[in-house]
C-alpha cells in the first residue's frame, strides 16, 4: 500500500506526541507541526526515525492563517499530499469569567478552533481532489460537561464537535471522513503540575479511577483514519474512563 502522509499539529509532547508515534508504526510519514519547544519536537523525529519511521517537524502558530497556509503549501510541495489531518495542537488560560482577560479567551478559541479551521483550509483541497482523506479533531470532554474557570477551553472544544459534525456532512461525498476524538483526563504535563488534591477529586469522578494515558487516546485516532473506520464520520469518540457517558 501507498506510503500515508500525515500531519499531527501539536505533535512535539503530550498527545500529540503520542499519535505521532502511534501512526508512525503502521508506516505513515509523519510530519508534526509546533509553536515552542524545538529539542521536544526534534526527540520525536528521532525516536521516530530510530524505530524505522519518517519524520520532519514544522515549526509555526496554526492560530495564523498565513503562516499555516504558508507552511501546509510547503509540505504539499514536498509531499504531493496530506492523507490524514489531525487537528491536536491547543492550550489552556484557565481563570473565571470575572477575572478572565480578553486577550486570553481571544488566544484559547485563536488556537485551539480557528487554529483547526487554518488548517483543513490549507490541506482540503489537496484531499478533494485525490477524493480521500481522514480528519481528526482532537475535542475534551470539557465540551460536553463544561468545567469552572475553563469557559475559553471547554467553548474552544465544544465548537470543534460542531465544525466536526457539519464539516463531515460537507466532505462525505467525496471520500473524507471527519471525526473526533474527547479525551477525558489524560497523564500529560499538565495534569501532572495539578495539586494532589485537585487529582484527588477528579479521580473520583472517573468510573476507572485512574487517569488516561496518551497511548489510550492514540490508538482511538489510529483507529479513525485507518481502512476499519471508512464508513465512521461525524462521531466523537470519548475516551475518557467513563468520567463522560
Not at 500531519?7 to 498527545?15: A, D, E, L
Not at 490524514?84 to 491547543?90: C, K, M, R, T, V
Request: with cysteine; net charge positive; proline share 2%.
Amino acid at each position: 500500500m501507498e506510503e500515508r502522509v500525515a500531519v499531527v499539529t501539536g505533535g512535539s509532547r503530550g498527545i500529540g506526541r503520542s499519535i505521532a508515534l502511534r501512526l508512525a508504526r503502521d508506516g505513515t510519514k509523519l510530519i508534526i507541526t509546533y509553536l515552542k519547544g524545538k529539542e521536544a519536537a526534534e526527540q520525536v523525529i528521532k525516536e521516530i526515525e530510530s524505530q524505522g519511521g519518517k519524520a520532519w517537524a514544522y515549526q509555526f502558530d496554526v492560530a495564523n492563517f498565513e503562516e499555516t497556509e504558508k507552511n501546509f503549501e510547503e509540505i504539499l510541495a514536498k509531499f504531493n499530499k496530506i492523507d490524514y489531518l489531525i487537528n491536536n495542537a491547543g492550550l489552556v488560560k484557565d481563570n473565571f469569567l470575572l477575572r478572565m482577560k480578553e486577550q486570553d479567551w481571544d488566544r484559547v478559541i485563536n488556537v485551539n478552533l480557528k487554529g483547526a479551521f487554518n488548517c483543513i483550509k490549507a490541506v482540503v483541497k489537496s484531499m478533494l481532489k485525490q477524493k480521500f482523506g481522514r480528519i481528526v479533531n482532537i475535542t475534551s470532554v470539557v465540551a460536553f460537561m463544561g468545567n469552572i474557570g475553563q469557559v475559553n477551553y471547554a467553548a474552544s472544544k465544544a465548537g470543534l464537535v460542531g465544525l466536526t459534525k457539519s464539516l463531515a456532512k460537507e466532505l462525505a461525498p467525496k471520500g473524507i471522513t471527519v471525526n473526533a476524538v474527547a479525551p477525558g483526563f489524560i497523564e500529560t504535563d499538565m495534569t501532572a503540575s495539578l495539586p494532589e488534591k485537585v487529582k484527588e477529586n477528579m479521580l473520583k469522578a472517573i468510573p476507572l479511577a485512574r487517569f488516561g494515558k496518551p497511548e489510550e487516546v492514540a490508538e482511538a485516532v489510529a483507529f479513525l483514519v485507518s481502512d476499519k473506520a471508512a464508513y465512521i464520520t461525524g462521531q466523537v469518540i470519548h475516551v475518557n474512563g467513563g468520567m463522560y457517558m
